[in-house]
């Protein structure tokens, strides 16, 4: 026998047609691929690394030259969407990505596959914040994309998960080449499906493109991550001049890029950087424990795969969770109550030796720490897109998808400067470990103050901060 509590909860549960299925099918893959195939290549970088004649120190460039261009660019592609057409850059993205996997995967010599890598990278500057944005303006805010955000973050889990899993094998049955010849079918299919299924969003009758801001904001962006990867002063002051411009264009241009008063909204800003410290301390744990397994407990690569992966894909259940679990209960607290999760789930691992018994430890930390930290993906990324004008959703999705790309590109930079500060490589990883919990815990009070705005009564509600009017956060942005 139902009860009517049953019926009604039942009821709430978002449906989905026919037509929006396949366009979840079609959005979320694209997601899902692009993990898949970062994942698989990190498993392959000794073999890419041999067979184009890349040494160990140079090895690194394959990861940034294709994180570089996927950070610095996704703010610009978000608001081109924007302007120019949303289905129009997803598509022209995954084309790009199709063309650049081609010319990886027969790349000869170092120079061609930097370059497709590079390629690669402006390619997921397009897709992802257009496919993001795609899925925020076809779903209603509310109960149904806060599902389906909450599938988008499970899929990408899964999909760094899968890789990981997947990758050793991949590449020892065929080639380190299959890493990136997978990606072809996939994407022909998507765009096959793409035109018939998804429609182009509105575009501004009068479309002004803010070169300016820009170029500044780009170049900004790229000299600061070059700066953290490289450890380069003359860069990093380079791209904060950059970015000081960029911030005195957009308060003075008629059309900007980025209108500034968005970051005004506690949502886009407290949720960016929820992100920004879920995705770099989240990255640098993986890289961290990584060294643990591999150089003090000598596990082989498989079974580090194996390590992570078993967690991983438990976890995926998370992203389902989080999207109801904010639905009853915010955004807010979800951010908040992941956040703590993946830092609390990191303490145990501070105190880890040297003996292998240290697995039964390893492995459920772990699964904590990954179920914590795919429910702040989800929790960040419907914060950040909450509240907001459909015409600018690109622009909110694009800075979403650049705090996602500049987070995983320093956060193990820093946390390996950290780390080496000791001598004993145990030491520095428990340093480093200390550093993350800490960055991580204190992040935790800052989001939840910061968005205190949010209604407790009301999940999903924006109401006015202390001591500004209603009107300021209920009218959409110029």
Known sequence: MTTDAGKSEASSVPRFTGRERMILFLLLGSGFMLSVDFSILNVALPEVGAGVGLGLSELPWVTSAYALPAAGFALLFGRMGDLFGRR???????????????????????????????????????????????????????????????LNGALLSGGFTVGALVGGVLVSLLSWRAAFFINVPVAVVILAFTPSLIRESSVPDRVKMDVPGAVTAAGGLLAVIYAIIETNIYAAI?????????W?????????????????????????????VTFSMGTAMIFLMTLYLQNVLHYSPLITGLVFGVPGLAAMVAGVIAGRSIGRHGSRKVLAVGMSVQGL??????????????????IPALFIAFFGHVTSIVAYTVTGTSGLPNEEQGLATGMTAMTQQVAVTVGIPILSAVAATQAVELDGLHRALIVNV??????????????????????????????EADEALARPLD
């Open 88 to 150: 129009r850059l997803f598509m022209t993205g995954l084309a790009l990505l199709g063309a650049a996997s081609l010319l990886g995967g027969f790349a000869q010599n170092a120079e061609v596959l930097l370059i497709a890598r590079a390629l690669q990278g402006f390619a997921t500057a397009m897709a992802i914040p257009a496919s993001l944005s795609l899925l925020t303006s076809t779903f209603a805010e509310g109960a149904q994309r806060d599902r389906v955000l909450g």
């Open 248 to 276: 005195m264009i957009e308060l003075r241009s008629p059309a900007p890029l980025a209108p500034v008063r968005i970051l005004k909204r506690p949502t886009v800003k407290w949720g960016n950087y929820g992100g920004l």
């Open 438 to 467: 800490v960055v991580t815990l204190a992040s935790v009070v800052l989001v939840w103050f910061g968005l205190r705005a949010r209604s407790a009564d009301a999940p999903g509600a924006v109401v006015p901060l202390p001591g």
């Open 238 to 246: 380079i791209g904060v001049v950059l970015l000081a411009s960029f």
């Open 345 to 362: 789930a990191i303490v145990p691992l501070i105190f880890l030796g040297t003996d292998r018994v240290a697995l039964a430890i390893v």
